[in-house]
């Protein structure tokens, strides 16, 4: 499985922008799509957004669609999003996930699809 880690979590006001990173630990990190979810307090994980493979293809929620953006570096094996115009409900814990086989489709978005998780990092919304 593939060893993920985030960074770039924080606290910034509702309408502001952040970055988030996520690190893979394998060369095969490029055989994967990967995504991220959140997780608010007393709330199921949520999905957020997916990734091909190669990039090329994305998938997002309704609830971020035009204010976030998915893409990756295989060269660098990182995942990144980015959030702009933040509202207090993006608050949550994020979570960065590679699908459990390589070379899967962009809209299997359910949880039991993704194999190997992050260990999260918070972003708080301020209104």
């Known amino acids: 499985q593939v060893q993920l880690a985030e960074s770039g979590g924080g606290l910034v006001q509702a309408g502001d922008s952040l970055g988030l990173s996520c690190d893979a630990s394998?060369?095969?990190?490029?055989?994967?799509?990967v995504g991220w979810f959140r997780q608010a307090p007393g709330k199921e994980r949520e999905f957020v957004a997916t990734?091909?493979?190669?990039?090329?293809?994305?998938y997002y929620a309704d609830s971020v669609k035009g204010r976030f953006t998915i893409s990756r570096d295989n060269a660098k094996n990182t995942l990144y999003l980015q959030m702009n115009s933040l509202k207090p409900e993006d608050t949550a814990v994020y979570y960065c996930a590679a699908h459990r086989k390589s070379y899967m489709s962009v809209v299997l978005k359910g949880v039991a699809n993704f194999g190997s998780w992050g260990q999260g990092t918070q972003v708080t919304v301020s209104s």
């Open positions: 990734i091909s493979w190669s990039g090329s293809a994305t």
């Open positions: 394998e060369r095969t990190f490029s055989s994967y799509t």
